[in-house]
């Protein structure tokens, strides 16, 4: 089955290099995109609030999928957390999928429960595989330290979005591994990455948010690796501001991971939009493996 | 007579409108930012910027945009062809019939000297510009009223807009019908025209005209003889067919005469063809007086929109350009409904009731804003909520087809209205992760404020979290137990038996050397007022405000409570509880 692409509202406006480097990676990995012009927020933002209004955002995503006969696969875990926990509770609750679907009948549209919501790690690991995968490595990394950041929406609650486990997760670890890095084992693993605080309680955010960079440093990373919308900005561009405003040295940039896997497979930095982050993971590239006859030759 | 009269007062009208209109776009202001500029630096920045702007490389630009936005409107056919082909045909008819008809004394008669309405290709083209005109009217009325596009609203001015044009469209197409079939009118061009005066003569003419021209005759009727209508010919040769083209080819009239020819002569003798034609001049005139006042003042401003923001951006305009320019967009703005059928958030409309949701909605309410008209406390927080219940997505300020930069404006007007001091729970959510992002080009109090002035809002409903307040033994509150059920997992806090795990698992928690102090209740605690129905502890702590929504808690739980979503729906019953209180 086709995949919808489910961009949510941050990666068009203020990380389009996740979108680019995603399409490009899985455009060699064969797998068929769709693109729904209509899709809406996730309704993460408004469960604060109002959670009927949360159900309804994420079941009109849903049921647009349905209609165009796809699967949707999201980027960003608070989407994916956010769609799960809808899919899940319109599965559960009939009156309030009643009620949802008396909405969405006014644009033709209907929740049935058919579609499966997923997250990129999910379907590189599970639909596409790492065989697969690492036929496709053409410029491994060698001696590269990742710190893998999970990210809370996509391993809890356990039961509802069933990514992994969630105490012991190891799927993204391999996959930052058949690309050639280390993923290297940090406490701060599963640890929450500040984002949401972040513009409600700003100290809070950035407390949180310094103490990971922390940990990844003294655990040997050179690099953050995320594959989600509001960790990966709240590592870069919410990290430069921390730099700016507490100014302390903690630099420790993130990497998209499908820009870390598309450089693997050999794609150019431009393709990857690797300048569009804002601390700079140009030093990448300084990793790659390169065999010893060449370097004697070099 | 009464024509030039009404026309100059039209013009007037008109003039002394667009005199106020440009005037309010150096005086009225949207953001915190246009504060601090006056009208005369706001004028004299645009002067400026124009000036610097026009002798630089953005010429090209302007060039650019000039042709492929403003005059070939691409971008609305980036949206969608149907809506482009409507504009199009309502733009380019309405504009050539304005310079070949109605200004043809002015224009079509010196470029070109033969001109006359009633000869081809001059008739024809009436017709055929008419006819765009009325394509695209229902186009448009398919659009607005048939194909029901979900969450696109229609307003006052829509109506106006399309009524005015539709009146001054069919009144004219009418009056052409009952001219071509007008005996009177016939007999007017006979006196004014015909060289020969001879009774038979006349006859003959009469039966031609009947036949091939569509008048209807009080006496001359078919069957026609073919004599009579071969020298009725000749006399049309000679003194008619130099100035009168067949009238076939102004399809619309022609039709039009074809389908009231019964009834014809009585339309003539009631001179209909005269109360059309005042119909139809007064229409325009109407249109012309107010149209600086109507939506289709966006035939000025659009353009200047699009113009202004190809060769302006936040970081190098200078912030009394960019004031300026926001309410030109105020103007600029067609209601057309792109932003609203796009808008990642309309959604959230259909479940709750304030049309500021949408963005085109949110529009009419920042002109009223800008313009200084009162708004009652509980409009100006549904106008706040509304432009809160933003994700920033920007699609809006793609989709615009005059490029009004919405994202921008949203801004501006947000801290604008925020600044105001009334509460705005939505800060309180993600939404407010944008905001962050652009902390630093916000003053520090104003950035604070609004999400303390929040808090403090919510907490002021409950009582119990004052330190100095005596708490009664009071019974449980069971209602508020039992109206936690928005999902079947918030009702899991009744098993809670008080471990601490989520409290100790807590980031947030842990963050703090004295956790009670600064968060109010933790999460166990909180757990246990939701058991006790002491709803004041459940919904006053800064703790579910601060909740990450991780679900580290609720994994950990060995008692399987949802306290996460238990968390979540409080702050939804809090909010609620603070709304009420504030309506």
Known sequence: MKFGLFLGCNIPARLSQYETSTRAILARLGVVLADIKQFNCCGYPIRNLDYKTFVLAAARNLALAEKNNVNLLSLCKCCYGSLKKADHLLKEDTLLRQEINNILKKEYLEYRGDVEVKHLLSLLYHDVGLGGIKEKIEKPFSGLNIATHYGCHALRPSQIVAFDDPVAPTIFDQLVEVTGAESISWSAKLDCCGAPAWGINDDLSMDLTEKKLKDGRQSGAEYLCAACTYCQIQFDTVQEIILSSRGNNLNLPSVLYPQLLGLSMGMDGKTLGLSMNQLSIDGIEDFFFVPESEEVEG | ?583
Request: proline letters at 4%; one cysteine or more; glycine letters at 6%.
């Open chain 2, 1 to 583: 007579m009464f024509f030039t009269i009404s026309l100059y007062l039209a013009l007037a009208v008109f003039g002394v409108g667009l005199l106020y209109k440009i005037s309010t776009w150096f005086r009225h202001r949207i953001g915190l930012d246009a504060k601090e500029c006056s009208t005369a630096e706001r004028a004299a920045a645009a002067i400026k910027g124009i000036a610097i702007t026009l002798f630089s490389g953005k010429i090209l630009t302007l060039f650019r945009v000039f042709i492929v936005d403003v005059l070939l409107q691409i971008r609305v056919l980036r949206q969608d062809f149907l809506r482009w082909l409507m504009h199009i045909c309502l733009y380019v008819g309405f504009m050539l019939l304005l310079l070949m008809h109605a200004l043809d004394k002015f224009i079509t008669s010196v470029l070109f000297p033969e001109y006359y309405s009633t000869i081809n290709p001059f008739m024809f083209l009436r017709d055929l510009f008419g006819f765009l005109v009325i394509l695209g009217i229902a186009i448009a009325l398919y659009r607005r009223f048939i194909m029901k596009v979900p969450r696109l609203q229609t307003g006052g001015q829509d109506y106006y807009a399309l009524t005015i044009l539709t009146v001054i469209m069919i009144s004219g197409v009418l009056l052409e019908g009952t001219k071509i079939t007008s005996y009177s009118r016939y007999q007017e061009m006979v006196e004014e025209y015909t060289i020969a005066a001879d009774e038979e003569e006349l006859r003959a003419l009469e039966t031609y005209w009947v036949k091939e021209f569509g008048v209807v005759s009080p006496t001359v009727k078919a069957p026609f003889d073919d004599e009579l209508l071969e020298s009725g010919r000749e006399a049309h040769e000679m003194s008619c067919v130099q100035c009168h083209s067949k009238p076939q080819s102004a399809f619309l009239g022609y039709t039009t005469a074809k389908i009231i020819s019964p009834i014809a002569l009585g339309l003539d003798r009631a001179k209909i063809s005269t109360i059309l034609l005042y119909i139809h001049f007064l229409a325009c005139w109407l249109g012309l007086a107010y149209l600086p006042f109507s939506k289709m003042f966006h035939l000025f401003a659009s353009p200047l929109s699009l113009l202004a923001n190809s060769v302006m951006d936040k970081e190098t305009s200078s912030p009394a350009n960019i004031a300026t320019r926001q309410i030109i967009e105020l103007d600029a703005c067609t209601h057309c409904g792109s932003c609203t059928v796009n808008c990642s958030v309309g959604i959230a409309f259909e479940s709750i009731p304030n049309l500021n949701i949408l963005p085109s909605e949110k529009i009419g309410s920042l002109r009223k804003l800008a313009s200084g008209n009162h708004l009652t406390e509980q409009q100006l927080r549904h106008v706040q909520e509304g432009i809160y219940l933003c994700t920033n997505c920007e699609r809006c300020t793609l989709v615009c087809p005059v490029g009004i930069n919405l994202q921008d404006m949203w801004f501006s007007a947000r801290e604008a209205l925020l600044e105001r001091g009334y509460p705005e729970f939505f800060v309180l959510s993600p939404f407010s992760y944008y905001r962050g992002l652009m902390r630093q080009s916000l003053v520090e109090d104003g950035y604070r404020e609004p999400l303390e002035r929040a808090r403090e809002a919510i907490a002021a409903e409950c009582h119990f979290m004052s330190p100095n307040k005596l708490i009664p033994l009071s019974p449980a509150d069971r209602a508020f137990r039992s109206d936690l059920s928005l999902s079947a997992q918030a009702s899991t806090f009744s098993v809670c038996f008080g471990c601490q795990s989520c409290t100790t698992v807590c980031p947030v928690v842990a963050n703090f050397d004295n956790p009670e102090e600064v968060l109010g209740v933790l999460p166990h605690q909180i757990m246990h007022a939701c058991g006790l129905g002491v709803s004041d502890l459940a919904l006053g702590s800064n703790m579910l405000w601060d909740c990450l929504t991780c679900y580290q808690c609720q994994e950990h739980c060995p008692q399987g409570v949802s306290i996460t979503d238990v968390l979540y729906e409080l702050k939804n019953v809090a909010v609620k509880q603070a709304k009420q209180k504030a309506s």
